[in-house]
């Protein structure tokens, strides 16, 4: 055996533990499904009140057993499992699959029933998967092993998949049939107490049988091992995943716009990002790209031609492919000399390629063998809508004549043709596969791209900065003893100040005359804020007053302010910030939330007083690398407004970066912080003008 989990998914012999002689049992369809695919190794019933099962010798324990077990499958009632797993122990198997249910997933009983179960799994050390799972199946012919209580034995194909429904599973397995799409292992890993989705990436990367791995996962076990596997995982093989619960987390109360902003899952959007994992929404896009990457080379690069026989369908696929980020430029002069000495006139010569409705599989083959010559190319999209008056396996058989030997990746889109029509079925067996629209083709492409992209990114590093801890370790402790447990105003902007981060200072006024002194001392234009009393969004209160250019601005602006307040607590004293007023940037934020699953999330974003409506931020998980720092940067919709949007020169990305990582080597030496805003932090094109100037942290505990 080459893996340890061979025990499991190549086993030379299995004992079905629970198999049982009523037909419709779990117990009975197990093992019926086992010698229905005509499973490669010994079979043993075991079962203490049956001689015989499906005409098979039954023991009535595992010890009965007259050969070595490699694999048990277990199906016996729940209280029974912890003794049937222990006389696996004794017997020597190595591998156990627990159908059984009514474990973790039951609540606390269940769960010290499951502990049990795996401190004996251990003792023994074997290795378990479920239990409450669906089985597995292994469909290598030198295997064929089919240990699942399902209707579907699946076709033969490169696709690992892990699931931890059972029943999304089956129904993943049946369809995936229905389609042609065909696996190498699926294992349905349930509770996961013992092998967990992590195990099985592993399991796959070294897997000769599987290049591409599909999962359908509810939740992760740790999330920091998972994406350290899958991302060298990633690496190799790619990784399409189905996450469910989209929306479920649902936005908690926060306090800061980091935290507001970063109630939908992004933690698991960032995790997968980060992991070059594959995200896909539904089981639909899931077959979509799994069919593309199970069968087509993954394309070199984003520039696509298309080749259709209808102007319509052309136009859609362009438009669909431009908005996923796809290419497609011109055919080159020599594609359309030659296309000229064979086409209609009426033929565009142009991308997409519209060859017109008296196209037939002749001009189907030509055109093709013209176009894949073409270098400006990486991806070939044949469209083909059929009239009555052609046969379409003739045209699909001439499409997969021209195509056959191409390396450049081929999607094919028969519109109108239907499921299971001659032509597609035809253009499968060749592996090229066939989409019923092209915008699956466009979502499918920039999907892998995407993916492409990840693979040949640079691995960044964690960077550390000389910092002041003990100036911030201060601030905590003077904050923790007080009720309001958020930092804000200049004890926010001393923090950022140790961190290196830089800062609009404050200084702070109690009188319209001291203000006045502030100012001039700073130099216009300035911005007044009130201070005390503290309050955390300042502009909702009226208390910002910017761009004030002389002393009298100064003082109606401070008057303002002590109206904008009103009447203090006792105790209070009224008193503002006077800070420099940074003109000429771009405002954007910066900042960190807690997510439950995944701990600190960082943000960058577009920033200001309108962050939670334009919700243009990225995410990543802590730690973060200079890389992903330059990922997030990159990958917002403002990018343009960063980089010099219309003549505007380029602020300085290098210090965002910078202040992004410096923020996540606070997160790392502190962790008292529950949300972090820097909002906002403007950015410059010189480098001594990028500032943050507000900010505020939210201890944990005191929230
Ligand atoms: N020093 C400054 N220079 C330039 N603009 C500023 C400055 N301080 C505040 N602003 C502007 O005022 C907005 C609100 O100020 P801010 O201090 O962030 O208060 P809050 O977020 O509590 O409402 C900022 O988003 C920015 O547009
Ligand atoms: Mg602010």
Redesign the pocket.
């Known amino acids: 055996m080459r893996h340890e989990l061979d025990a499991i998914f190549r086993p030379r012999s299995v004992a079905v533990i629970g198999a049982s002689t009523r037909k419709g049992t779990i117990g009975r369809e197990t093992l019926h499904n086992i010698l229905t695919a005509e499973y490669n190794g010994k079979v043993f019933p075991v079962n203490p009140r049956a001689q015989v099962i499906h005409s098979i010798k039954a023991y009535s324990t595992v010890l009965d057993v007259p050969d070595a077990v490699d694999l048990a499958i277990i199906i016996v009632p729940k209280e029974g499992v912890k003794e049937v797993v222990r006389q696996c122990g004794e017997k020597g198997v190595k591998g156990l699959v627990i159908i059984t249910a009514g474990f973790s997933e039951v609540g606390h009983e269940g769960k010290v029933r499951e502990m049990e179960v795996l401190k004996v799994v251990r003792d023994y050390h074997m290795r378990m998967v479920g239990p409450n799972c669906f089985g597995v199946v292994n469909t290598d012919p030198e295997v064929n092993l089919n240990a699942t209580f399902g209707k579907t034995f699946p076709k033969l194909g490169k696709i690992g998949f892990i699931t931890q429904s059972g029943a999304m599973g089956e129904a993943i397995m049946s369809q995936a049939k229905e389609m042609g799409i065909g696996f190498s292992v699926v294992a349905s890993i349930g509770n996961k107490a013992d092998i967990s989705s992590n195990d099985m990436l592993e399991y796959f990367k070294d897997d000769p049988n599987t290049d591409v791995i599909l999962m359908y996962l509810e939740n992760f076990g740790n999330p920091r091992n998972f994406t350290r596997i899958a991302r060298e995982v990633s690496q190799v093989k790619p990784i399409v995943a189905v996450k469910s619960g989209r929306t479920k987390l649902g936005a908690k109360a926060a306090s800061s716009h980091t935290g507001a902003l970063a109630g939908l899952d992004v933690g698991v959007d960032a995790l997968f990002e980060q992991a070059g994992i594959m995200r896909v929404d539904t089981v639909e896009e899931l077959f979509d790209v799994a069919m593309a990457l199970s069968s087509q080379p993954i394309p070199k690069g984003n520039r696509v031609v298309v080749v259709t026989n209808a102007g319509g369908p052309g136009i859609l696929a362009t438009d669909a492919l431009i908005n996923h980020g796809m290419d497609m430029p011109n055919l080159a002069p020599q594609t359309i000399k030659e296309l000229r000495t064979f086409s209609s006139t009426e033929a565009s010569f142009s991308n997409p390629m519209d060859m017109v409705a008296g196209a037939g599989p002749k001009e189907f083959r030509l055109t093709l063998e013209a176009i894949k010559k073409d270098k400006r190319f990486d991806t070939i999209i044949p469209i083909f809508v059929p009239p009555v008056t052609i046969d379409q396996l003739e045209v699909a058989r001439n499409i997969g004549a021209a195509l056959e030997d191409t390396d450049k990746t081929v999607l094919a889109c028969f519109m109108g043709a239907g499921e299971g029509s001659a032509g597609i079925e035809h253009l499968k067996s060749l592996g090229i596969p066939v989409y019923i629209f092209p915008e699956a083709i466009a979502k499918t492409l920039s999907t892998i791209n995407s993916y492409k992209d990840w693979r040949s990114r640079k691995r960044g590093k964690i960077q550390t900065f000389k910092v002041d801890t003990e100036r911030v370790q201060s601030i905590i402790a003077r904050a923790a003893g007080r009720k309001e447990g958020a930092i804000v105003g200049d004890e926010a902007i001393d923090i950022l100040d140790a961190y290196g981060i830089p800062a ?1 200072s404050y200084q702070y006024a109690s009188s319209a005359k001291d203000a006045v002194v502030a100012a001039n001392t700073i130099g216009y234009p300035v ?1 007044l ?1 009130i201070a005390s009393p503290a309050v955390l ?4 209160a009226g208390g ?1 007053k ?1 761009d004030l250019r002389s002393d009298s601005e100064v003082r109606r602006a401070y008057k303002e302010l002590e109206k904008a307040v009103g009447k203090l607590k006792k105790g209070q004293t009224f008193s503002v910030a006077v ?4 003109t000429g940037g771009v ?1 954007t934020v910066i900042g960190m939330t807690t997510d439950p699953q995944f701990g600190p999330l960082l943000m960058f974003g577009l920033g ?2 309108y962050v939670e409506i334009m919700k243009d931020v990225s995410f990543r998980i802590h730690p973060l690398t200079n890389q992903g720092a330059k990922e997030m940067i990159k990958s917002i919709k403002s990018y343009p407004l960063l980089t010099g949007f219309r003549g505007a020169p380029p602020v300085d990305l290098a210090i965002i970066e910078e202040t992004l990582l410096r923020l996540a080597q606070l997160v790392k030496d502190f962790d008292n912080f529950l949300e972090i805003d820097i ?2 932090f ?1 950015a410059s094109p010189e480098r001594d003008r990028c500032k943050a ?2 900010a505020r942290f939210i201890v944990r505990g005191t929230k």
């Open positions: 609009a911005v804020k969004h300042k502009t909702e910002v910017i800070q420099q007023m940074i405002e200001g007083i909002n906002p403007i100037v507000d």
